[in-house]
């Protein structure tokens, strides 16, 4: 069952990645102003779920746990943001999931697990593609885009707050854990408006009734991802539902390119067979070796 779970959560977030591209690129100018909007839409999903899990809202170690977890999401979808506002959604996707690498490195450092000689072959096929898909070519150049320095970051930021969740996923709920990492980090949003360029920008779309609804389509779709992802989590692997989600390039790679020759005003990325050869050789790599650390 949980590996339906972690099947429809990868959808998911193959959709909200490419809304994600499109409205950071498109529509709003500042990640900070997109991260708020996003947030101020998912408000109204979450304040519902807490009367579903109100007994749950017991102080204690778990929430704790839940609210670290939620500050490291917040940081992940801030550089996250910050990631497809500078860089391809298709080179942002595959960096973004090398989470396994992270997940495999947390599980050595604070499970005491053990990496086999597979595991090391798998970490470094992730890692050659990953260099791979941020190299790109500037006239005579090439150079690594910052977005896929902010994508490794919040790989980093998502695996451990993954860790964190799915320990305290043990005793609470995923809908509970997800209400409380989310209002726990309601004030750090706030701050984002301390910014005066931000906070026009946010009166400005929250006014606009059009823009709003699909935040809220778009939130809607988000929550039932990560619920999904959380629900994956706490029944199955941790590894094996990272593995999962690091085939997600794939799928945002083949809509990066559909929507590049079908609908470039949405998305526009280069399609010639060279670029996305290479593309394609990079993230085959990120998940085969994701597999290898998964299942070998």
């Known amino acids: 069952m949980w590996l339906i779970f972690a099947i429809l959560a990868n959808t998911l ?9 499109f409205f950071n690129t498109k529509k709003i100018k500042s990640a900070y102003s997109f991260a708020f909007l996003l947030n101020f839409a998912f408000f109204f999903i979450y304040l519902t779920s807490l009367f579903f899990v109100k007994d749950e809202l017991v102080f204690g170690r778990v929430m704790v746990q839940a609210s670290i977890s939620g500050v490291f999401w917040f940081l992940m979808w801030i550089f996250l943001f910050k990631a ?7 080179r942002v996707s595959a960096i973004f999931f090398t989470q396994p690498v992270f997940s495999a490195l947390i599980a050595v450092l604070f499970l005491n697990e053990k990496l086999s ?14 260099f791979m898909v941020t190299w790109e070519r500037k006239s005579r150049e090439k150079i690594v885009n910052i977005a896929y320095i902010y994508a490794l970051i919040a790989a980093v930021l998502s695996s451990t707050g993954n860790a964190v969740a799915k320990d305290a996923m043990v005793t ?16 750090l949003y706030f701050l984002l ?12 779309n929250i006014k606009d009734g059009k823009t709003m609804l699909l935040f809220f389509i778009r939130s809607i779709i988000g929550y039932v991802g990560l619920l999904s992802l959380l629900v994956a989590l706490k029944i199955g692997s941790l590894s094996i539902v990272s593995a999962i989600l690091g085939t997600q390039p794939l799928f945002v790679l083949s809509m990066s390119i559909l929507f590049s020759i079908f609908a470039p005003k949405v998305i526009h990325e280069s399609v010639d067979s060279k670029t996305i050869s290479k593309k394609l050789l990079a993230i085959v790599l990120i998940v085969a070796g994701a597999i290898f650390i998964s299942f070998f």
């Open 117 to 130: 000689l597979v595991d090391w072959s798998g970490i470094l096929m992730i890692v050659v593609g990953a």
């Open 84 to 90: 497809m506002q500078k860089g391809e959604a298709s």
């Open 172 to 187: 609470m709920s995923s809908v509970a854990l997800n209400a409380i990492s989310f209002f726990a980090t309601v004030p």
């Open 193 to 204: 408006l301390i910014n005066k360029d931000v906070l026009r920008e946010v009166k400005a």
């Open 13 to 21: 977030f193959g959709f909200t990645n490419i809304f994600d591209k």
